[in-house]
């Protein structure tokens, strides 16, 4: 949204507040705002392994509810939105004898729908995936088999050749360059891929001296042109390339101590980076540039993957 404006709308939604000017901190004060002026607030979904539940909050981590209690489904990982289609996307990995799963629901957690569910015990495990929500393709990927699938919302999965990924493990679809990212932590890499699969660029992060151990978790903010990852190795934290997967523009962005992050998202035009941290059982936010760490929801029981809606409902 153009800046003039969206400030216009927030100045007046703001007349209406002259009773909250002196409680409210600036950027609270900005959100409510905008929420009268727009209709409504961003969302973020978070899957929570050992509740079963699938919770929604708004991006502050205000108005916490579960809007799904899934007793049958005991492996919950990653989690996508498509905001257009109002649908929820999420997989269950292989573990405790439980089948790998694809799974779809409606935003307000109805219409479950299983979409791929493996055969065998950790023949595929599902792990990351992401949306090319304009064709209503999902894209995600089996660690087991190491496969990147493509999948549209009422069909069977497809493999993708995707030569020279030895380990994928997370992927992230880029609108503007219709093209995938693809974590290999085996290999130390990250891959981009066209959306048929061919390998287009690599970027191996040995040599590199920030986030060289084992990428996942991307993300990739088409705004700014950046591609976000976590490294899943002990005290690992977030780091950042160019969508180019430039070597000379990779940066760390959140370093610390402590059980490895798990799934990102990021609301580029806010300027904010969402985490779950598996050390504190928390959801975290900072700015893009890995300032201002805060905690937003904390009291989940084993939160593992985080999305966000960026329409305002």
């Given amino acids: 949204m153009n800046k003039a404006f969206r400030a216009a709308r927030v100045a007046a939604a703001g007349l209406t ?15 409510l705002a905008e929420k009268l002026a727009q209709g409504g607030a961003k969302h973020l979904y978070v899957t929570d392994r050992d509740a079963k539940r699938i919770y929604r909050c708004e991006v502050d981590g205000s108005n916490l509810i579960a809007i799904e209690s899934l007793s049958n489904q005991n492996n919950l990982a990653m989690i996508t939105v498509d905001p257009n289609a109002g649908k929820l996307f999420w997989t269950c990995a292989s573990i405790s004898n439980e089948l790998g799963k694809v799974v779809s629901s409606d935003l307000d957690g109805s219409n479950i729908s299983m979409l791929f569910t493996e055969s065998v015990y950790e023949t595929v495990s599902p792990r990351g995936l992401s949306l090319k929500p304009v064709s209503s393709v999902l894209f995600w990927v089996g660690i087991k088999d190491h496969t990147i699938y493509q999948q549209s919302y009422s069909s ?60 996942g978790n991307l993300i990739v903010d088409s705004l700014h042109g950046h591609v976000y990852w976590t490294d899943d190795g002990p005290g690992g934290g977030i780091y950042r390339c160019d969508t180019d997967l430039a070597s000379a523009s990779v ?63």
């Fill in 17 to 31: 507040l002259s009773l909250v000017l002196t409680t409210c901190e600036p950027l609270a004060l900005r959100d």
């Fill in 156 to 215: 069977s999965e497809t493999p993708l050749a995707s030569a020279g990924i030895g380990d994928p493990q997370d992927l992230a679809y880029c609108p503007n360059l219709d093209k995938i990212s693809v974590a290999d932590p085996a290999n130390k890499k990250i891959h981009r891929i066209n959306v048929g699969g061919a390998l287009d660029l690599t970027l191996d992060l040995t040599p590199v001296s920030a986030g060289f151990k084992t990428p």
């Fill in 251 to 313: 940066t760390t962005v959140v370093a610390w101590a402590g059980a490895p992050p798990r799934q990102l998202a990021v609301d580029p035009e806010e300027g904010l980076l969402f985490w779950v941290d598996l050390g504190t059982k928390t959801i975290q936010r900072a700015k893009l540039d890995g300032t201002d760490v805060r905690t937003i929801v904390s009291g989940l029981q084993g939160p593992r993957g985080i999305a966000l809606d960026p329409v305002r409902r």
